[in-house]
């Protein structure tokens, strides 16, 4: 099993690269405690066309 998430925007102005931690968007890397007491990365990749500014505003 991998020690690590990617979570990323998808139909983004890029393709993330989810093969390394070396992404242009600046990913960020948060460790999480598995059930087992081991640490995973969850690794957030941050968009290039902006839609964060207007998620929240769409209902």
């Keep these: 099993m ?3 998430v990617h979570v990323y ?3 983004d102005l890029i393709e ?3 093969e390394s931690d070396d992404c242009v968007c600046g990913p960020r ?3 999480v405690k598995r059930d087992d007491g ?3 990365w969850v690794i957030t ?3 290039l066309d902006g839609r964060e500014l207007t998620e929240g505003e769409q209902t």
């Design 16 to 18: 993330h690269d989810t």
């Design 38 to 40: 081991s640490i995973g």
């Design 2 to 4: 991998s020690g690590r």
């Design 29 to 31: 890397m948060r460790p």
């Design 45 to 47: 990749h941050h968009s």
């Design 9 to 11: 925007p998808l139909d």
